[in-house]
């Protein structure tokens, strides 16, 4: 059932539609409020939170006041919240997820800073794909952060432009992880997704060495031109890595054929005027790396040199080196 409602919908049809899906074992539910003009919320019906037979739910641009105390999504396995405005304390999406004893999939898009939540908690050991895009500017002297203790997660995305992660766990079973977190504390966030086989980063650069941990599982790299920092400390220490990725920092602002969540969030400039050679070569690029591309690559001397020093210190095992310039 895909319910959309505009602004002078009446609760009580809201509760006779949903009403009547519950009663029929609605298994995929999809409820958009389209208009919200007059900004008051629509409250779901309480029948919904005890639908044993959902397994999809996704809310878009809803409103969600409260729920009530009991809670049970038995069978609820796909939640995905975009544009959702929760207009209580910080319990209200806990106490949500809380009741999805078997949940795998959760998506939460935000973009308001019309939330009385200041801190998400994620707390789902069941779940296995996580994604989290915030561009949601909080209000003067607000922190909203993100609390994400679920260590069975083998797919995690992050784009995160103001927001803060208070707590994290180990993911033992990660597969993919794309991290972009212009803010925070990235080398913590990194050494929880040492496990991954498939990492993408745009974070913020480390201020000081930090023992991150081994990525003894990274087959694929890519980083944005940012993050070149933090690429050089993972390089030693992914020691079978096939193929790397670098991602030209000019070519993320936003442009009309570009998605605004693609774009790099950190201060414009040369960030590769520095090249440093590396004091000892990687074990990946003896053994292991097969693929080198440079994508928005402009040909200055640092980039020059890093392609270099890559070509020249593999162990004959490095297939292809390509570079794009791409201009819009």
Known sequence: ?????????????????????????????????????????????????????????????????????????????SLSLEFVDFFSDDDIFHRLLSGCPVLQDLKLIRCSSHTNVRAFKIMVPSLHNLTVDDFGEPAPGVDVGYVIKAPCLKSLTINNLFGWFYSLVKMPY??????????????????????????????????????????????????????????????RRAPKLRVLRFQGQTNLVPTPY?????????????VQTQWERPSSVPECL???????????????????????YLSENSG?????????DIEF
């Open 286 to 308: 003896v053994t292991s790396l097969e693929t080198v591309e440079w994508i928005d690559y402009k040909g200055t001397e640092s980039e020059n040199k890093e392609i270099k």
């Open 1 to 77: 059932m895909h319910l959309f409602v505009g602004c002078f919908c009446l609760p009580t049809d809201i509760e006779t539609w949903v009403g009547v899906a519950v009663s029929r074992g609605v298994r995929d539910l999809l409820f958009y409020q389209y208009s919200r003009i007059s900004h008051e919320p629509l409250r779901l019906p309480r029948s919904l939170y005890t639908c044993e037979t959902l397994v999809t739910l996704s809310l878009l641009h809803a409103f969600i006041a409260d729920v009530p105390l009991n809670i049970c999504f038995m069978s609820l396995k």
């Open 174 to 235: 990660l597969v993919t992880a794309n991290i972009k977190l212009p803010h925070g504390d990235s080398k913590k966030f990194l050494g929880c997704v040492t496990s991954a086989r498939h990492l993408s980063l745009c974070v913020k650069q480390p201020m000081d060495s930090y023992p991150i941990g081994d990525f003894s599982q990274l087959v694929s790299l890519k980083v944005c031109a940012c993050s070149l920092e933090w690429y050089r400390l993972i390089l």
């Open 316 to 324: 004959g095992q490095l297939k292809t080196i390509r570079l794009r």
């Open 258 to 270: 570009l998605n605004d969540r693609k774009k790099c969030y950190c201060s414009s400039g040369d």
